[in-house]
T-cell receptor, first 112, second 112 residues
């Protein structure tokens, strides 16, 4: 069966520090991968998605970037965090169009 | 961009009551999905709908894919305290990209 792993679960980082969040999927190949951000009690904002290795689509201009160095690995990064980068970050995967997403358990990022 | 209008934004009900929430759009969807998110967790898929008019149940949950393919509803019967969470609708646009469109969520509170 397919599983998605996202880590760390929580992270407290100072303003101006770098960020690297990792997401991996097991049990499938060539998944579509997604990064979302969620403000407290609010909706889901799509940040990046990828349909293949090295293929990244950005949805929102921001202080973040994403990379897909391997088929089942998706990384969310920042060179210098801002206070406004705080939030709940979710990784998700799907087999392709017209399929639902499976979400990871999320990373709670607090920038201080 | 395309939007899903999800309502109500929040609900406060007594245990044992039935719940109904819905999503509408001016666009046509190929797929409708309903997710539940509990605090501090990623959303979990509850029900997936793939055909116009389709009515699907999952325990106390029932969802329908509108006949016009522009709307969907989710009903929860005999609510219990563990039904608390945020419920999201999501859809795959006809002719759209790899991305799902998400509603802004319905926050459900169940009073024992």
């Amino acid at each position: 069966s397919q599983t998605i792993h996202q880590w760390p679960a929580t992270l407290v980082q100072p303003v101006g520090s770098p960020l690297s969040l990792e997401c991996t999927v097991e049990g499938t190949s060539n998944p579509n991968l997604y990064w979302y951000r969620q403000a407290a009690g609010r909706g889901l904002q799509l940040l990046f998605y990828s349909v293949g290795i090295g293929q990244i689509s950005s949805e929102v201009p921001q202080n973040l970037s994403a990379s897909r160095p391997q088929d089942r690995q998706f990384i969310l990064s920042s060179k210098k965090l801002l206070l406004s980068d705080s939030g709940f970050y979710l990784c998700a995967w799907s087999p392709g169009r017209d399929y639902g997403y499976t979400f990871g358990s999320g990373t709670r990022l607090t920038v201080v | 961009g395309q939007q899903l209008n999800q309502s109500p934004q929040s609900m406060f009900i007594q245990e044992g009551e039935d719940v109904s929430m819905n999503c509408t759009s001016s666009s046509i969807f190929n797929t409708w999905l309903w997710y539940k998110q509990e605090p501090g967790e990623g959303p979990v898929l509850l029900i997936a709908l793939y055909k116009a008019g389709e009515l699907t149940s999952n325990g106390r949950l029932t969802a329908q894919f509108g006949i016009t393919r522009k709307d969907s509803f989710l009903n929860i019967s005999a609510s219990i305290p563990s039904d608390v969470g945020i419920y999201f609708c999501a859809g795959q646009l006809q002719g759209g990209s790899e991305k799902l469109v998400f509603g802004k969520g319905t926050k459900l509170t169940v009073n024992p």
